[in-house]
């Protein structure tokens, strides 16, 4: 499945990538990727049925925890290396031909 990779896929993902190994949950990732909880949670499925995560419920006792079970999220190792082509490759987009530089904001001198 292609991965459509807006600039909140590229968030998630990015938080995903700065701990490979580190298996995340959903506040979490709302916090960290400074996304509403109705952006991230399509966005996690999404990932999750093209094989870029996996997720799986936290193994506690709702009850004894005082909390519900939270899903944890982790990349894959396809999903790693996935994200970091499709992240290199906006990246790449954004840079203006000749200058090496993500394109920014014109700014009018007064």
Do not use: N
Not at 35 to 48: D, N, V
């Amino acid at each position: 499945m292609q991965v459509r990779i807006t600039v909140p896929v590229a968030r998630v993902l990015r938080v995903f990538l700065d701990d490979i190994g580190e298996q995340r949950y959903g506040f979490e990732l709302m916090r960290e990727a400074g996304l509403a909880s109705g952006t991230l949670y399509p966005i996690l499925a999404r990932l999750e049925q093209a094989g870029w995560l996996t997720g799986e419920m936290e193994p506690i006792d709702p009850e004894e925890a005082g909390r519900p079970a939270r899903r944890f999220y982790r990349l894959t190792a396809e999903g790693a290396r996935s994200a970091h082509f499709a992240l290199a490759e906006l990246d790449a987009q954004l840079r203006r031909p000749g200058t090496g530089g993500l394109i920014r904001p014109r700014r009018d001198h007064a």
